[in-house]
């Protein structure tokens, strides 16, 4: 009998906020140590936090977009423990009642739809760091990131692979970007997951877990899980058991290692933080921000499926950011190519050029509008797809727009038929062996002749024409 | 020169007049200090350059004629204030080398009237303490009598005031510490309505519990020092955004028709009969000038005891975590690793109080007894507030003692905790309800020790209170009374 895997993900994602959770202080990445933490954010004695506003409208916004119910009252606690990176020696963060309560996220695993349940998603205040290097057998502490706003999102324990745990990070991850509450850095570790792993035989009670902390790629998430279940599974069928404890994945050795267990787990002595009043959320307050919300992607996706007759797979595709649906949108609305060719080109090409560029949709620098005028020339015939490809990069190296670079590099199709037609008689002429061979039944030497046509006309016969003309020609 | 044994308000008048400069008077304070300190140890840092710097500006404001009423007046404040640039104990060890980079909003706001800084008085280390012998720079002793304590956690004020080395004085009261000095040193205190005062730059011990106010000798004068300290500030978000009384206009209102209730509670046991007659007579007074006695009931007061040594020192637990050796403070030297430096410097700079409350706060809220413990408090704590709504409901003010008994002398309570404990029954319900509640002088008990009447209000009444103070104050003269020795 096989093993099931059950996996429920905690995912960090850091808020978009100028400014922290509980300060003025800037959020920004990157600046000199320390030079960002104001009286608050160092803790000095009699300072006070202050609940920032945009933080909780960020929280409002991810709760809509997963259809959660966003708790009326929610309360901030403290939750108590000594570390150099945690100036109070407590993290605000919320507890008991958290800003946001269930929800659902949708996404697709290969070809099919798959929904996982949140179980809640709330507001805390991420620690600061500490630098070992450079300190000489001392350690540094860096309290700009202390106080930096983090939604932490809790999903059910219902993936059952790697995979889908991945799936489920990379659409969370798409989302909160989309709904404009996360910028999605992982090397910053601005989008951080926790994966609760266990695993059981199918129908039994839940396996113990453990739990794999800050997985800030979705490649060390997908290899910490897979190599977690392997060992979770051999221990198991070697007579073992697991223990619950935390585990760190060490990418260079590929492997999960045991931080600490349930044993040493620490009493947090969590309590209501008496300096905050509880947070409260009007029905108001929620409707405003619903307006200001952008169309969801979930609801697109299916909407291009619907409306537009495209596949499962190329509408998860086209829905990946909301810059990239945008960018489909935008060429659709100025061009009469079937949405599948369309889908095609952005999903392919103009994905893979920006991917060499290290560019995405916001920056591409092949416009929406000029894309739908390069996809109008293969339409009306212009130039054959092949040529378009050429024109997509030329563009992209600023050499002008599809009619420029089409005339500069003279990529224009002939489709005048008796320039074709001379061609070809001129080809059949010279390769009377060829000719017999079709003739006595062998397809490939047509396929061979039309090269020879085209390289003749260097290409820019429009090949549906040769095509047709040859084959007249061969069987008259 | 008898400038201390003004009233602060006629120190106003005085400055206003050009009788005397604030230069003058700010040095007549400190050199009562100086004279003072080694018997009374009423203050922890006196910075005599920096205070009479505030002085000289102050004067050319006078100068100028924009002056307010503090314009130039001496303020000394509980070293729990964060005042840039000047050492802020909370008479702990663990503080005994931190500067303040920035002020707290109570300190601004006397900047913002032109009031001069004359010092930072001693206190039971970080307000836990009702003697003031709980500081890391030695017990404060009561002007009245040098055997007796002060009172805690505000003590150094207290004293300060009573023994007229400086007009007035701020104060914190988290279980009476404004309110329960005062009564032991005959002077006049007030602790506003929770939320009244901002407590941003106030360096915490309970936060739910802890109101910044202040010691004076009369009504007028603490209403005058009210008006400076109250007012919304943003940056405490349990500051209520509600719009100040002009108190000292609001004095003259007398006491006809006023309803005051008196539990039948405060008098039962423990109450020791030198401190209940002059309340009685205090009480008789009042009605003598119209006001009339209801009879309430606080029937929850004997919790409030056991509530607030469950929920202060789980706030405290946690709020003073931040006390670790890393960031500023006192640093253990030469810890071996992170777990020595945390242990040592903490063991190292915290008394034996403070270690007492942590450890208490920490076990009340800890895994398995958060429920039996903090839980069962915070929903007596509600009861403890709805008695008092209830009795509001049938009077304007409550009236009753402060403390249970006069000052003691200084060693006398210190082998038993519980004891002091017990001691701040009167006090204690007033911070669990988040009511404004004030002690002002009303006679003498054993040895000739002050005896405090305690006025509590309804919420954000304090100017009301103020004006039943006063009312007592222009009939009787128990606040103009002076300690042997100080005048």
């Known amino acids: 009998m096989t093993w099931e895997v059950v996996i429920g993900l905690e995912t960090h994602t850091q808020l978009t906020t100028a400014s922290k959770i509980f300060s003025g202080a800037s959020t920004q990445f990157g600046a000199a140590p320390n030079t960002q933490a104001s009286a608050v954010d160092l803790a000095m004695p009699g300072t006070l936090p202050v609940l920032n506003k945009g933080a909780v409208e960020r929280a409002i916004r991810f709760g809509l977009a997963v259809g959660g119910r966003i708790a009326a009252t929610s309360i901030f606690a403290r939750k108590n423990y000594f570390y150099p990176d945690l100036p109070k020696g407590y993290q605000i963060s919320q507890f008991e009642l958290p800003v946001v309560v269930g929800g659902s996220l949708a996404f697709m695993v290969g070809d099919e739809e798959r929904r996982v349940n949140l179980t809640r998603a709330h507001l805390e205040e991420d620690a600061g760091k500490l630098l070992h290097e450079e300190f000489h057998g001392k350690s540094g502490v860096?309290?700009?990131?202390?106080?930096?706003?983090?939604?932490?999102?809790?999903?059910?324990?219902?993936?059952?692979?790697?995979?889908?745990?991945?799936?489920?990070?990379?659409?969370?991850?798409?989302?909160?970007?989309?709904?404009?509450?996360?910028?999605?850095?992982?090397?910053?570790?601005?989008?951080?997951?926790?994966?609760?792993?266990?695993?059981?035989?199918?129908?039994?009670?839940?396996?113990?877990?453990?739990?794999?902390?800050?997985?800030?790629?979705?490649?060390?998430?997908?290899?910490?899980?897979?190599?977690?279940?392997?060992?979770?599974?051999?221990?198991?069928?070697?007579g073992g058991k697991v223990v619950q404890e935390t585990r760190l994945y060490d990418p260079d050795a590929g492997e999960t290692r045991a931080m600490r267990s349930k044993e040493d787990a620490q009493d947090y002595r969590y309590f209501p933080d008496p300096d905050l009043l509880p947070l409260a959320i009007t029905p108001e307050w929620i409707e405003t921000v619903k307006a200001a919300m952008p169309e969801l992607p979930e609801k697109l996706r299916h909407a291009f499926m619907e409306e537009l007759s495209l596949t499962a797979y190329d509408a998860a595709l086209l829905t990946e950011s909301r810059e990239k649906s945008g960018y489909f949108q935008a060429v659709r609305a100025s061009t009469s190519a079937a949405p599948k060719m369309v889908a095609n080109w952005i999903n392919g090409d103009v994905s893979a050029l920006l991917n060499d560029w290290g560019l995405d949709y916001s920056n591409s620098p092949v416009s929406a509008q000029a894309l739908a005028k390069l996809l109008g020339r293969i339409h009306d015939g212009t130039i054959s797809g092949k040529a378009a490809k050429e024109v997509l990069h030329a563009m992209a190296d600023g050499e002008g727009d599809a009619d420029a670079v089409i005339e500069k590099r003279g990529l224009k199709q002939m489709s005048d038929s008796g320039a074709i037609e001379s061609a070809i008689d001129q080809v059949l002429a010279a390769n009377a062996k060829q000719v017999d061979d079709y003739r006595a039944g062998k397809e490939r030497a047509f396929n061979s002749l039309v090269g020879q046509v085209m390289k003749a006309t260097k290409g820019q016969a429009n090949p549906a024409q040769v095509n047709e003309i040859l084959r007249r020609k061969l069987a008259g | 020169m008898s400038l201390h044994r003004s009233t602060l308000a006629q120190l106003s008048a005085k400055l206003a007049a050009k009788e005397v400069s604030s230069v003058e008077l700010t040095r007549h304070y400190l050199a009562r200090i100086e004279a003072w300190q080694p018997s009374l140890n009423a203050f922890i840092t006196v910075d005599a350059q920096k205070s009479l710097a505030q002085a000289k500006s102050a004067d050319e404001r006078i100068a100028k004629g924009n002056a307010a009423p503090l314009t130039g007046i001496p303020v000394a404040h509980k070293d729990l204030f964060c005042a840039k640039g000047w050492r802020t104990t909370c008479g702990s060890k663990i503080l005994s080398n931190f500067i303040a980079p920035y002020d707290a909003h109570v300190i601004e706001q006397f900047d913002r009237a032109g009031a001069v800084l004359l010092g930072k008085t001693n206190m039971d280390e970080f307000a836990m303490g009702s003697s003031n012998e709980n500081s890391a720079f030695g017990p404060v002793r009561n002007p009245w009598d040098l055997q007796a304590v002060p009172g805690g956690s505000s003590g150094g004020s207290a004293a300060a005031v009573a023994a007229m080395l400086a007009p007035a004085a701020t104060g914190t009261d988290t279980g009476g510490s404004i309110r329960q000095p005062a009564s032991f040193t005959g002077v006049s205190g007030l602790r506003p309505t929770y939320g009244r005062v901002s407590r941003y730059g106030m360096v915490a011990f309970a936060s739910s519990l802890d109101q910044g106010g202040v010691l004076a000798r009369t009504a007028q004068d603490m209403a005058l020092v009210l008006s400076v300290m109250a007012g919304f500030d943003e940056r405490d978000s349990t500051c209520m955004d509600r719009p100040t009384d002009d108190y000292a206009a609001g004095l003259g209102k007398g006491v006809k028709g006023l309803r005051i209730g008196v539990p039948r509670e405060y008098f039962a046991s423990g109450l020791s009969q030198d401190v209940a007659a002059p309340i009685q007579a205090a009480i008789e007074e009042y009605q003598r000038l119209g006001a009339t006695v209801v009879e309430v009931s606080l029937p929850n007061q004997a919790l409030s005891v056991p509530v607030y040594y469950v929920l202060a020192p789980a706030e405290a637990s946690s709020n003073l975590s931040r006390y670790d050796g890393v960031r500023y403070g006192h640093r253990a030297d030469q810890p071996g690793d992170l777990m020595q430096l945390y242990?040592?410097?903490?063991?190292?700079?915290?008394?034996?109080?403070?270690?007492?409350?942590?450890?208490?706060?920490?076990?009340?809220?800890?895994?398995?007894?958060?429920?039996?413990?903090?839980?069962?408090?915070?929903?007596?704590?509600?009861?403890?507030?709805?008695?008092?709504?209830?009795?509001?409901?049938?009077?304007?003010?409550?009236?009753?003692?402060?403390?249970?008994?006069?000052?003691?002398?200084?060693?006398?309570?210190?082998?038993?905790?519980?004891?002091?404990?017990?001691?701040?029954?009167?006090?204690?319900?007033?911070?669990?309800?988040?009511?404004?509640?004030?002690?002002?002088?009303?006679?003498?008990?054993?040895?000739?020790?002050?005896?405090?009447?305690?006025?509590?209000?309804?919420?954000?009444?304090?100017?009301r209170m103020l004006s039943v103070a006063h009312a007592f104050q222009q009939a009787t003269d128990w606040h103009t009374r002076m300690p042997g020795g100080f005048e």
């Not at chain 1, 930096?148 to 489920?168: D, F, G, W």
């Not at chain 1, 290899?223 to 979770?232: D, G, K, L, M």
């Open chain 1, 142 to 238: 860096d309290l700009n990131r202390a106080g930096t706003p983090l939604l932490e999102i809790v999903s059910e324990p219902e993936m059952r692979s790697a995979l889908e745990a991945v799936a489920y990070a990379k659409a969370l991850h798409s989302l909160v970007r989309w709904i404009g509450i996360c910028d999605g850095n992982m090397q910053e570790g601005s989008f951080r997951c926790d994966a609760n792993v266990s695993v059981r035989k199918p129908g039994a009670p839940l396996g113990t877990r453990c739990e794999i902390k800050n997985l800030n790629s979705f490649r060390f998430l997908e290899r910490a899980i897979e190599y977690e279940v392997r060992r979770q599974v051999e221990l198991i069928e070697d």
């Open chain 2, 343 to 463: 242990k040592r410097s903490r063991a190292e700079g915290f008394g034996p109080e403070v270690k007492r409350r942590i450890m208490i706060g920490a076990y009340v809220l800890s895994h398995g007894y958060y429920d039996a413990y903090y839980l069962k408090a915070q929903k007596i704590r509600r009861l403890i507030a709805r008695d008092f709504a209830q009795a509001f409901e049938q009077c304007d003010v409550i009236m009753g003692p402060s403390a249970p008994s006069v000052a003691y002398d200084l060693g006398s309570k210190t082998t038993d905790p519980v004891q002091m404990y017990l001691d701040d029954l009167y006090t204690i319900p007033i911070n669990l309800a988040g009511l404004p509640g004030m002690s002002i002088p009303c006679g003498f008990g054993d040895k000739a020790r002050p005896v405090g009447l305690q006025i509590v209000g309804n919420y954000f009444d304090e100017s």
